[in-house]
């Protein structure tokens, strides 16, 4: 549970809210310590990644794409949004080369990643959201 709860918040905060949402949880609850999952394949395939895209491997940039990578395992659709120039588009393609990767490699369990750019502006609303007919 606080696991599910530390994925689907922590991308969301700001750095100086992590201490407080921390504490938060530490309250709810006592003495839970979370797990560390075992990520090693799915670094490795980020790092060649951005060396591959010509990019400057960072800790921050990782981080932001693996919890890029956990929002999605939780949610059926997520948008990302920042500042210009934030490196947004960048972890995503980072994240979808990594998963194809991991696919070739057969690791993790993963899939192809096929990025689609869609302009919501030439579909109706139904057509980009869904309807019941």
């Known amino acids: 549970m606080l696991r599910a709860i530390n994925d689907v ?3 969301k905060f700001l750095a100086f809210d992590l201490p407080l949402f921390k504490g938060i949880t530490s309250d709810l609850f006592p003495g839970v310590v ?3 999952i075992d ?3 799915m670094y490795e395939c980020i790092d060649l990644k951005i060396k591959e895209m010509g990019l400057q491997s960072t800790d921050y940039f990782v981080t932001k794409t693996i919890q890029l990578y956990e ?3 939780v949610r059926h659709g997520l948008m990302v949004v920042g500042l ?3 490196g947004k588009t960048s972890s995503i393609k980072v994240l979808a ?3 194809t990767l991991l696919k070739e490699r057969d690791q993790m369990g993963e899939n ?3 990025i689609l750019i869609l302009n919501p502006k030439s579909i109706s609303m139904k057509q ?3 309807f019941n007919d």
Do not use: R, V
Request: net charge neutral; hydrophobic share 40%.
């Open 71 to 73: 929002m999605i395992l």
């Open 34 to 36: 979370i797990p560390e």
């Open 128 to 130: 980009l959201y869904g």
């Open 84 to 86: 210009p120039f934030s």
């Open 9 to 11: 918040n922590l991308a």
């Open 97 to 99: 080369g990594a998963l």
């Open 112 to 114: 192809k990643t096929e």
């Open 39 to 41: 990520y090693k394949n």
